[in-house]
């Protein structure tokens, strides 16, 4: 099994709801990512999880907000989000270690109305 | 500051042809350079990858280049066939000893290869 799986594919949102984004993988990797990805542009890091805890925060605002509850699976808390945050979420893992690569899944195309 | 720069930024290239992409970084903080393909809507996937102590690597239709010295790394897709339109990311990933690691992407080459 070498996929990172991700729910749901779509969403839409108003600026006031509550929602989660999931993440998935059972290849026992220890390193989980969060990107996000606007249209024609690379992804942009936002968190990074190892060993479950919180490594990297890129400085992004509050309004998101990461939660890793085991070593398989990877939650991004969306809560009073702005249009501007309108774009792919990419999810992505990566086992520890000097050659290894990461592996991204299809992303969650999220979109504020 | 870890920088990854790519051109082109778009490339049309007839079918059978060569693509070339080139990427360049800044610093040596990166230990790993992988390339991933993305396909609209779509996560980036894993091309091919090298180590900066490897010139090249060749993959099938997919070769990447590297010179350490010049700190300068290309793929070259070679009989390019129309599903290889796509969009090309060149990446690096910063060392161990910089703090946790992470990927520096280039800003992307969109290709196009004509039937």
């Known amino acids: 099994d070498t996929e990172v799986t991700q729910t749901p594919k779509h969403l839409v949102m108003g600026m006031t709801n509550k929602k989660s984004l999931k993440c998935e993988q059972h290849?026992?990797?220890?390193?989980m990512y969060w990107y996000k990805q606007k249209a024609k542009k690379p992804p942009e890091l936002m968190f990074v999880y190892s060993y479950e805890k919180l490594s990297i925060n890129e400085s992004v605002p509050s309004r998101f907000s990461p939660e890793c509850p085991n070593s398989s699976l990877l939650n991004l808390h969306l809560h009073a989000l702005q249009p501007e945050d309108s774009a792919l979420y990419l999810c992505a893992s990566r086992r520890q270690g000097s050659n290894t690569e990461a592996f991204f899944g299809q992303g969650t195309r999220l979109t504020v109305v | 500051q870890q920088q990854v720069k790519q051109s082109p930024q778009s490339l049309i290239v007839q079918k059978g042809g060569i693509s070339i992409i080139n990427c360049a970084y800044e610093n040596t903080a990166f230990d790993y350079f992988p390339w991933y393909q993305q396909f609209p809507g779509k996560g980036p996937a894993l091309l091919i990858a090298?180590?900066?102590?490897?010139s090249e690597k060749k993959e099938g239709r997919f070769t990447i280049s590297f010179n350490k010295s010049a700190k300068q790394f290309s793929l070259h897709i070679m009989d390019s066939q129309p599903g290889d339109s796509a969009t090309y990311f060149c990446?690096?990933?910063?060392?161990?000893?910089?703090?946790?690691?992470?990927?520096?992407f280039g800003t992307g080459t969109r290709l196009l290869v004509s039937p």
């Open positions: 990446a690096a990933r910063t060392r161990k000893n910089t703090g946790f690691q992470k990927l520096v």
């Open positions: 290849m026992g990797h220890r390193a």
């Open positions: 090298i180590r900066p102590d490897v």
